[in-house]
């Protein structure tokens, strides 16, 4: 049984610097979903892919934010010149929604924990 | 947009004694609900849901929780707790026939003591 797996789990980085993020979802899933997760917090939208398109974007994915899923499959989420308040959890999340209808039931990866120096 | 409370950031109860955590939303459309728990340095499972149906929904690991359209609350109990239970609890809903992208509420730690 193949859940949702991200990577790298831990990711210590300087500010200033790139990271990259990967999520490969449940294989038939053709949603996916990333979120972030401070602590005391719980998760919070930045945007979803149905099949390769983005189809929605939070308004917390500033400009330095990029996601993409080039194929369909898997997904990877970008950082650039991270800064301090960058540092949570990045949580990935999988899907199946038929014709365009789903639920809203998400199959989370165990998350990217980001901390930024 | 929909929006969702949960009403106590922290619930601490002993072993065996009962436990509801209490989750309210607001929607100006119908919805579905949902209940997820993280376990320590783990992600987000699927505790249990309400999609459509009874408004008596059972879960994992000896939860229920019911659906009160009128009160617009979904608070989830169960009878006996056990140390495993320990965990953040979190609420979550989505709206029908919009994006179906669910939003969360802040979490509640259910704390168990021996």
């Known amino acids: 049984d193949t859940g949702v797996s991200q990577d790298p789990r831990h990711k210590i980085t300087k500010r200033g610097q790139n990271v990259t993020f990967r999520c490969d979802p449940i294989s038939e899933h053709n949603r996916l979903y990333w979120y972030r997760q401070t602590l005391g917090q719980g998760p919070e939208f930045l945007t979803y892919?149905?099949?390769?398109?983005?189809?929605?974007k939070s308004r917390l994915l500033s400009d330095r934010f990029s996601a993409e899923r080039p194929k369909g499959s898997f997904s990877t989420l970008e950082i650039q010149r991270t800064e301090q308040g960058d540092s949570a959890m990045y949580l990935c999340?999988?899907?199946?929604?038929?014709?365009?209808?789903?639920?809203?039931?998400?199959?989370f990866g165990e998350g990217s924990r980001l901390t930024v120096l | 947009a929909q929006s969702v409370t949960q009403l106590d950031s922290q619930v601490p109860v002993f072993e065996e004694a009962p436990v509801e955590l209490r989750c309210n939303y607001s929607s100006s459309v119908s919805v579905y609900l949902f209940w997820y728990v993280q376990y320590p340095n783990q992600g987000l499972q699927l505790l249990l849901k309400?999609?459509?149906?009874?408004?008596l929904v059972k879960g994992i690991n000896g939860f229920e929780a019911e659906f009160n359209k009128s009160q617009t609350s979904f608070h989830v109990r169960k009878p006996s707790v056990h140390i495993s239970d320990t965990a953040e609890y979190f609420c979550a809903v989505s709206e029908t026939g919009g994006s179906y992208i669910p939003t969360f509420g802040r979490g509640t730690s259910l704390i168990v003591h021996p």
């Open positions: 999340a999988s899907s199946l929604a038929l014709a365009g209808a789903g639920t809203g039931e998400l199959f």
């Open positions: 892919f149905q099949n390769e398109a983005q189809l929605e």
């Open positions: 309400y999609l459509s149906g009874s408004t």
